[in-house]
């Protein structure tokens, strides 16, 4: 879940993330470039991690750029619940100017309404983690 150089293997847009020197790993504040497709659409963003709880919490932000002015704060928990482990994605924008928000909206309508993609993002990462994938390099 922590290691971002994977995530392309179940995200609907990552195709790549790689850490940025001197970052290896995860940590609170180390920063990954994050590589993006949606159709015709590619784009690149800079994130920062910003929460972290070893097998239990991963969180980390999309960091504001001249091209990008936008932020937004990606979560994904992981829970015992008797049976196995319930997985949550969610996300929650945290910086969005006016202008920008009305250009995705008429622009890039996969970004209005996100649920079908998460679910689709946890079915992905179930199967990865089922593949037994998951704990090899």
């Keep these: 879940m922590t290691d971002v150089t994977r995530q392309d293997r179940w995200s609907c847009e990552a195709t790549r993330c790689d850490w940025v020197p001197p970052a ?4 609170v504040g180390t920063c990954f470039g994050g590589y993006n497709r949606r159709g015709f659409r590619r784009w ?28 937004t704060e990606w979560r994904v928990e992981l829970r015992p619940d008797g049976r ?8 929650r924008i945290t910086k969005l100017p006016r202008i920008l928000e009305a250009f995705l909206y008429w622009f890039n309508p996969t ?13 992905r990462l179930k199967s990865f983690i089922e593949s037994g994938h998951a704990s090899s390099p």
Excluded: C
């Design 44 to 71: 690149t963003r800079s994130n920062k991690i910003v929460a972290l709880e070893p097998g239990r919490t991963f969180v980390w932000e999309t960091l504001p750029s001249r091209l990008y002015p936008d932020s």
């Design 84 to 91: 196995g482990t319930m997985v949550t994605e969610s996300f």
């Design 111 to 123: 970004h209005r309404e996100r649920q079908e993609d998460l679910q689709q993002d946890l079915l």
């Design 24 to 27: 290896t790993g995860p940590a």
